[in-house]
């Protein structure tokens, strides 16, 4: 099937770490990717991951990838109030496949 | 360059019309997508060009909706007679890698 998951909502004090979690149904998923969108912006590509990594790391973005339990995660180090946003977690077969997207995490800063 | 535009931004129109949506994508872009996103939803996916494939379909919700794609570049995206649950972002991205795609700013629909 074609599922992508994520709990809907996370609310995180600033300066504390955010995890946003996500599982998605299609073990040969080859790109797993996490989106943001800011209240009334567009979306925007935060990093990705290929299937054959654990883990990347892009400054303050952590991702972790069990491919086994088909589980995805981003960790946001250190988060500030311009964190606050929805996040999305996506999933892409191949190359030449669709993106599929989970339902979107609303991230709540509290200062 | 330029990013992915679409047009126009809003459109309000009456149940039963059609109306037709517009995306340009980057230049040199093959893959381009079509989204939908209803008020405080995720997306969901619409249609998919790649190249000179045939068109992957597979989310298009009824028989009202179609997209047009001319080689490697516009896309218009057709609704007719729109009702009101079509009311939406419609979102367009495009990509050149497979890793990353560029999205527009979208078309806001309302169906009154």
């Known amino acids: 099937g074609e599922d992508v998951e994520q709990s809907l909502f996370l609310s995180v004090r600033e300066g504390d770490s955010s995890v946003i979690n996500c599982t998605y149904t299609d073990s040969s998923s080859t790109y797993l990717y996490w989106y943001k969108q800011e209240p009334g912006a567009g979306l925007q590509l935060l990093t990705y991951i290929f299937s054959n990594m654990d883990m990347k790391q892009d400054q303050r973005l952590t991702v972790l990838l069990n491919k086994k339990d088909k589980h995805l995660s981003l960790r946001i180090a250190d988060t500030q109030t311009g964190d606050s946003a929805i996040y999305f977690c996506?999933?892409?077969?191949?190359?030449?496949?669709?993106?599929?997207f989970g339902p979107g995490t609303s991230l709540s800063v509290i200062p | 360059g330029a990013g992915v535009s679409q047009s126009p931004s809003n459109k309000v129109t009456e149940k039963g019309k059609d109306v037709e949506l517009r995306c340009d994508p980057i230049?040199?872009?093959?893959?381009l997508y079509w989204y939908r996103q209803r008020l405080g939803q995720g997306l969901e996916f619409l249609i998919y060009?790649?190249?000179?494939?045939?068109?992957?379909k597979s989310g298009l919700p009824s028989d009202r909706f179609s997209a047009e794609r001319t080689g490697e570049s516009v896309s218009t995206l057709t609704i007719q007679r729109t009702q009101q649950e079509d009311s939406a972002v419609y979102l367009c991205?495009?990509?050149?890698?497979?890793?990353?795609?560029?999205f527009g700013p979208g078309t806001r629909l309302t169906v009154t």
């Open positions: 996506a999933e892409k077969k191949t190359s030449y496949d669709k993106v599929i």
């Open positions: 991205a495009s990509s050149l890698a497979p890793q990353e795609q560029y």
């Open positions: 230049s040199g872009h093959t893959a």
């Open positions: 060009f790649q190249g000179n494939s045939a068109p992957d």
